[in-house]
């Protein structure tokens, strides 16, 4: 081939060359790749389960076996046992503990939950051992049990304990799963900065254990907040006095714990609700109340008297509030 016909067509292949790389090019630009929207680990297992939880009902699904395990473990369950399970979920617990007990009965609100739950007992043998409640658990009566195993909806915390422990017949233990703080307040000692009145009432009904912790990367979908076992075991006998009573002692004492009680107690609204109550027992038990019968020193003489009114709610311990409990309703002033 001549040399002249030669560059003409090195020329044409390099200018072919030319605009397949500049056409590569503005594809890059102008039409970039599409990558795949990535899932995550949560979205794939509730998406492979079919469930989609709600947090506003405190559906956070404890998925690690050793701490299910754990917890039943700590429950020390006989073969003879009833066992109420409060929030089964989609049912990881419930399954452990119809292998361990006579009866499991759960109550659960969600309807979806309740038929994941039949659907995983449905046609094998732990299905007759299995009853289930639904509705909200503070609004249905508790039926009897010998122990109580749950992973709690946090936000029914409170209000659950105390309808556990003033439940009759009584009940063996309870190991529950509640938010860290709140399972702090439960055991807190008089001066602990989380000591309440939660404590004192919880101390007064039961023997209340910490019995471990669990991180938020148990659950799904996982809290916001870390949390704890604990282990309630109701005193029997109970104290014998009059709960109602003993609480509205502890609600005055409490609405601002480092204040001393003998400012606590002259608060108007406070003043008013105990003249009231001592009005009426007066009536009650025909006791004529003078003239210039003033209440509130009446009050202040009682704490001064027991030596409680320079003393502080934080630092009171049990002993110290059935006193002040006996010292008051000895002298006509009751709470309720």
Not at 24 to 46: C, D, G, T, W, Y
Not at 164 to 175: D, E, G, K, M, T
Request: aromatic content about 8%; charged content about 25%.
């Amino acid at each position: 081939m001549p040399a002249k016909a030669c560059d003409e067509h090195m020329t044409r292949v390099y200018d072919c060359w030319s605009v397949c790389v500049i056409s590569f090019a503005l594809n890059l630009v102008i039409m970039p790749k599409v990558r795949p929207q990535k899932k995550s680990r949560q979205h794939n297992e509730i998406q492979k389960q079919g469930i989609g939880f709600d947090k506003s009902l405190g559906q956070h699904i404890l998925k690690n076996p050793l701490v299910i395990t754990n917890m039943i473990e700590k429950a020390s369950l006989r073969p003879t046992d009833t066992v109420l399970e409060v929030g089964p979920g989609t049912g990881n617990m419930t399954v452990k503990l119809l292998d361990k007990c006579k009866q499991v009965v759960v109550c659960e609100v969600d309807t979806r939950l309740v038929a994941e739950l039949q659907k995983r007992v449905q046609s094998t043998s732990l299905q007759t051992k299995l009853k289930i409640i639904v509705g909200d658990v503070l609004k249905k009566e508790l039926p009897f049990f010998d122990v109580c195993v749950a992973n709690l909806p946090y936000q029914i915390s409170s209000p659950f304990v105390f309808k556990l422990l003033l439940h009759r017949p009584f009940f063996r233990s309870a190991v529950l799963m509640f938010q860290k703080e709140f399972a702090q307040r439960l055991v807190a000692k008089p001066g602990d900065k989380m000591y309440c009145r939660l404590s004192v009432n919880t101390q007064l009904l039961s023997r209340v254990d910490v019995l471990m912790k669990v991180a938020k990367n148990n659950f799904r979908p996982p809290p916001k907040v870390e949390s704890s076992v604990i282990r309630l075991e109701p005193i029997n006998p109970p104290p014998n006095i009059n709960f109602k009573e003993w609480d509205g002692l502890l609600r005055i004492c409490f609405m601002r714990k480092n204040k001393t009680l003998s400012a606590q107690f002259k608060h108007n609204y406070v003043i008013e609700m105990l003249s009231h109550n001592y009005r009426i027992h007066c009536s009650l038990n025909n006791i004529a109340i003078e003239d210039n019968f003033d209440i509130k020193d009446m009050i202040q003489q009682i704490l001064k008297d027991s030596d409680f009114d320079s003393k502080r709610a934080r630092t009171m311990d049990i002993d110290h509030f059935l006193a002040l409990l006996h010292a008051f309703n000895t002298n006509g002033i009751h709470f309720t």
